[in-house]
């Protein structure tokens, strides 16, 4: 039997697969990084699927103006779990797009978050295992709760297995938190949770600024991670609140709207760092 989560590295950079990107609660820029690293390799010109499988609360759809937000998600749970899902399947229930001259192809997520009980731990394997065989990398959006055993009073499905076997499945996990005291605090009380599913995710720390923590906040954050979670931060987006603004309002990725982008060149940079993709245009370093 093929792997199909199996990690392929081409030097120390993943070739193809699926990425899961999570974040502790509060807001850390979870969906923002997900979406926008999707387009960046779909920019390389590789066939991407972005999946929206936060089922405490979808957000793709709105980031991109998706208003009437497809069957989506739910459609292709009810597909995998007949055996049905492929790749013609895929393009049916997808939104393609553009990301320059390439496509990125998005699945919505829940059009209710009361549907989660339908988002099963098989269902979630055997749509990213569909996936991967459809597209080159998958990027994988998921909700921050990771606590197990949560269920409705007589149900038999895990309120969080969505999250949780996601990142068990994934080829790459990416964890995001926030660089401030508060944003570091949420990340290493969820530490024990995250490191029991997944051993080696990438850390980034995003919107870092010196008004938060001084002059020296990426030393800051480091030697706190490094001390309370032992693990090493490996990525800095900077604080750039007035492009991923922008974004919001017209609804389309950093690439789309500013190149220059101190965080769009941030994470551009992270996807040809990590990920076998061809380098464009040359961007500036993370910090």
């Known amino acids: 039997?093929?792997?199909?989560?199996?990690?392929?590295?081409?030097?120390?950079?993943?070739?193809?697969?699926?990425?899961?990107?999570?974040?502790?609660?509060?807001?850390?820029?979870?969906?923002?990084?997900?979406?926008?690293?999707?387009?960046?390799?779909?920019?390389?010109?590789?066939?991407?699927?972005?999946?929206?499988?936060?089922?405490?609360?979808?957000?793709?759809?709105?980031?991109?103006?998706?208003?009437?937000?497809?069957?989506?998600?739910?459609?292709?749970?009810?597909?995998?779990?007949?055996?049905?899902?492929?790749?013609?399947?895929?393009?049916?229930?997808?939104?393609?797009?553009?990301?320059?001259k390439g496509t990125l192809s998005v699945l919505t997520g829940l059009g209710s978050e009361s549907r989660w009980p339908e988002i099963t731990s098989e269902k979630t394997r055997d749509l990213i295992a569909a996936a991967v065989q459809s597209y080159e990398y998958v990027v994988l959006d998921v909700a921050s709760p990771l606590e197990p055993g949560l269920k409705q009073v007589g149900g038999v499905v895990d309120r969080n297995v969505a999250t949780r076997t996601a990142l068990q499945?994934?080829?790459?996990?990416?964890?995001?938190?926030?660089?401030?005291?508060?944003?570091?605090?949420?990340?290493?009380?969820?530490?024990?949770?995250?490191?029991?599913?997944?051993?080696?995710?990438?850390?980034?720390?995003?919107?870092?600024?010196?008004?938060?923590?001084?002059?020296?906040?990426?030393?800051?954050?480091?030697?706190?991670?490094?001390?309370?979670?032992?693990?090493?931060v490996k990525w800095f987006i900077p604080e750039d609140r007035a492009s991923c603004d922008r974004a919001v309002l017209e609804m389309v990725p950093l690439a789309m709207l500013k190149r220059s982008s101190g965080a769009r060149q941030a994470i551009a940079q992270f996807a040809r760092k990590n990920f076998d993709i061809a380098d464009g245009r040359k961007s500036a370093s993370a910090i």
């Not at 697969?17 to 999707?38: D, E, H, Q, R």
């Not at 051993?199 to 906040?217: D, E, F, H, K, Y």
């Open 169 to 232: 499945s994934c080829t790459t996990a990416v964890a995001i938190f926030n660089s401030d005291q508060v944003g570091v605090k949420r990340f290493c009380d969820a530490y024990e949770q995250l490191f029991g599913l997944v051993r080696s995710p990438i850390l980034v720390a995003n919107r870092l600024r010196t008004t938060a923590l001084g002059a020296s906040a990426k030393v800051q954050v480091e030697d706190a991670i490094l001390e309370m979670c032992r693990s090493e």
């Open 1 to 100: 039997m093929i792997d199909l989560f199996r990690r392929k590295t081409i030097g120390a950079r993943v070739s193809g697969g699926s990425i899961c990107v999570w974040g502790p609660t509060g807001s850390p820029g979870k969906s923002t990084f997900a979406l926008n690293l999707a387009c960046e390799l779909a920019l390389s010109g590789r066939k991407v699927l972005l999946i929206d499988l936060d089922t405490h609360s979808p957000s793709i759809g709105t980031f991109l103006g998706i208003h009437q937000l497809p069957p989506g998600l739910a459609a292709a749970a009810r597909l995998v779990g007949q055996g049905r899902l492929d790749g013609e399947q895929f393009l049916r229930l997808s939104i393609a797009h553009e990301a320059g």
